[in-house]
C-alpha cells in the first residue's frame, strides 16, 4: 500500500494566549494576543506549509475558539478530517509568557485530552509515513490511553512513530505514571526529540548529555535529537558518533515559543524526504532561527521552503 500521508501529528490544538510584554513573567503581563498553538498543531502546520500531506488529529469545542482553529488550520492546508468538535467542553486554552528563554505556563485543559481511538482509523495508520506526538497529549486520559494503544498499531503497521518529550510536572498526576507512560511509548523507536530544560524537568536534575542517550537508547529509541538552545544541537544514534551542530546566528531573540516545534517540523520534512541527518538537522536549526526572530507562529507571508 502506498504511504499517502506524509505525517499524522496527534495531541494537543491550543489557544495560546502569548504574552504582550516582553520578559515579564505572567503575574506581571498585561496583555495578551490570541494565537493557535499547541505542539502537534504548530508541527502539523509546519509541514503544510512545507508542501507534506499532514492530516492533524485532535479535539476542540464547538464554540468561537474551535471555528478559530479550523479556519486556521484549514488555510494552512491541514487536514481536519480528524479533528473533534465537541459540545460538552470548550476548546483548551493556554497563557504563556513572552521570554526569549523557556517561557511559564498556565493551561486550562478541557477538549484537547478528549483524543479517541474512533479519530484514528486503522486505514490511517496504513497510510501514513510519520506518527508524531507530545509528552503534552500523553499527559491527560483519554488521549494518553488512545495514542499509546494507537502507537502501538502504528508501529506494527511500518510507520514510523516521532515524539517530542516536552515535559513538565504540572500536567502530570504523578512522576511514576509519566515515567512508564514516556517508557511505553520509547518501546516503539520513535524519533526523539528533547530540549534541556524538558530533560532538567524530567530528570530532576542535570544529567551529563551522555546518560540522557544512553537512559533513552535503552528504553528502545534509535535516534534521540537534543536540542540545546543558542548552543545549537546534539544527534545521538544507536551504536553512531554523536553529531553536533551550532545554532544559526540570530541578532535579537522576540520569541521562543515554538521554536522546538519548528525545529521538530524541520526535521520530519527532512527526513521524510529521505535526505541525509546532517542535512535534517540543517533544515531543522535554520526554521528554529526563523521561528525565534517571529511572535506566535512562523509568519505566514514567507515561503518556508526557500
Same mark, same amino acid.
Given at each position: 500500500m502506498s504511504k499517502s500521508i506524509d505525517i499524522l501529528c496527534v495531541g494537543e490544538v491550543l489557544i495560546d494566549f502569548i504574552g504582550h510584554q516582553s520578559e515579564k513573567k505572567i503575574n506581571?503581563?498585561?496583555?495578551?494576543?490570541?494565537?493557535?498553538?499547541?505542539?502537534?498543531?504548530?508541527?502539523?502546520?509546519?509541514?503544510?506549509?512545507?508542501?507534506?500531506?499532514?492530516?492533524?488529529?485532535?479535539t476542540v469545542g464547538k464554540d468561537g475558539f474551535g471555528d478559530y482553529v479550523l479556519d486556521k488550520l484549514n488555510a494552512a492546508n491541514v487536514k481536519t478530517d480528524y479533528v473533534q468538535v465537541i459540545k460538552d467542553k470548550p476548546t483548551s486554552v493556554i497563557f504563556v509568557s513572552r521570554t526569549s528563554g523557556t517561557p511559564d505556563f498556565i493551561p486550562f485543559r478541557e477538549a484537547d485530552c478528549v483524543i479517541t481511538e474512533s479519530q484514528i482509523s486503522t486505514e490511517a495508520l496504513k497510510s501514513a509515513k510519520?506518527?508524531?506526538?507530545?509528552?503534552f497529549a500523553l499527559s491527560k486520559k483519554p488521549?494518553?490511553?488512545?495514542? =499509546?494503544?494507537?502507537?502501538?498499531?502504528a508501529y506494527r503497521l511500518g510507520c514510523k512513530?516521532?515524539?517530542?518529550?516536552n515535559f513538565a510536572n504540572k500536567l502530570w498526576d504523578n512522576k511514576e505514571e509519566a515515567v512508564n507512560i514516556i517508557q511505553a511509548y520509547c518501546k516503539y523507536k520513535p524519533l526523539l526529540k528533547i530540549s534541556e530544560d524538558d530533560m532538567r524537568r $524530567? $530528570?530532576?536534575?542535570?544529567?551529563?548529555?551522555?546518560?540522557? $542517550?544512553?537512559? $533513552?537508547?535503552?528504553?528502545?529509541v534509535d535516534l534521540?535529537?537534543?536540542?540545546?538552545?543558542?548552543?545549537?544541537?546534539?544527534?545521538?544514534?544507536?551504536?553512531?558518533?554523536? =553529531?553536533e551542530m551550532p545554532a544559526?546566528?540570530?541578532?535579537?531573540?522576540?520569541?521562543?515559543?515554538?521554536?522546538?516545534d519548528a525545529f521538530w517540523s524541520g526535521f520530519l520534512y527532512a527526513y521524510i524526504q529521505k535526505m541525509d541527518i546532517e542535512k535534517c538537522l540543517k533544515i531543522a536549526l535554520n526554521l528554529a532561527a526563523l521561528k525565534l526572530q517571529n511572535v506566535g507562529r512562523l509568519p505566514e507571508e514567507i515561503n518556508l521552503k526557500e
Amino acid at each position: 500500500m502506498s504511504k499517502s500521508i506524509d505525517i499524522l501529528c496527534v495531541g494537543e490544538v491550543l489557544i495560546d494566549f502569548i504574552g504582550h510584554q516582553s520578559e515579564k513573567k505572567i503575574n506581571e503581563t498585561k496583555d495578551y494576543h490570541r494565537y493557535l498553538g499547541g505542539s502537534p498543531t504548530n508541527v502539523a502546520m509546519n509541514t503544510a506549509r512545507l508542501g507534506l500531506n499532514t492530516f492533524l488529529i485532535s479535539t476542540v469545542g464547538k464554540d468561537g475558539f474551535g471555528d478559530y482553529v479550523l479556519d486556521k488550520l484549514n488555510a494552512a492546508n491541514v487536514k481536519t478530517d480528524y479533528v473533534q468538535v465537541i459540545k460538552d467542553k470548550p476548546t483548551s486554552v493556554i497563557f504563556v509568557s513572552r521570554t526569549s528563554g523557556t517561557p511559564d505556563f498556565i493551561p486550562f485543559r478541557e477538549a484537547d485530552c478528549v483524543i479517541t481511538e474512533s479519530q484514528i482509523s486503522t486505514e490511517a495508520l496504513k497510510s501514513a509515513k510519520v506518527f508524531h506526538t507530545t509528552c503534552f497529549a500523553l499527559s491527560k486520559k483519554p488521549a494518553q490511553t488512545t495514542i =499509546i494503544a494507537k502507537a502501538e498499531e502504528a508501529y506494527r503497521l511500518g510507520c514510523k512513530l516521532s515524539i517530542d518529550l516536552n515535559f513538565a510536572n504540572k500536567l502530570w498526576d504523578n512522576k511514576e505514571e509519566a515515567v512508564n507512560i514516556i517508557q511505553a511509548y520509547c518501546k516503539y523507536k520513535p524519533l526523539l526529540k528533547i530540549s534541556e530544560d524538558d530533560m532538567r524537568r $524530567f $530528570f530532576g536534575e542535570i544529567l551529563p548529555h551522555d546518560e540522557i $542517550f544512553t537512559y $533513552f537508547h535503552n528504553a528502545g529509541v534509535d535516534l534521540i535529537c537534543l536540542t540545546l538552545g543558542s548552543k545549537g544541537v546534539k544527534l545521538s544514534q544507536r551504536d553512531k558518533e554523536i =553529531i553536533e551542530m551550532p545554532a544559526v546566528k540570530i541578532d535579537k531573540v522576540l520569541d521562543a515559543t515554538g521554536a522546538g516545534d519548528a525545529f521538530w517540523s524541520g526535521f520530519l520534512y527532512a527526513y521524510i524526504q529521505k535526505m541525509d541527518i546532517e542535512k535534517c538537522l540543517k533544515i531543522a536549526l535554520n526554521l528554529a532561527a526563523l521561528k525565534l526572530q517571529n511572535v506566535g507562529r512562523l509568519p505566514e507571508e514567507i515561503n518556508l521552503k526557500e
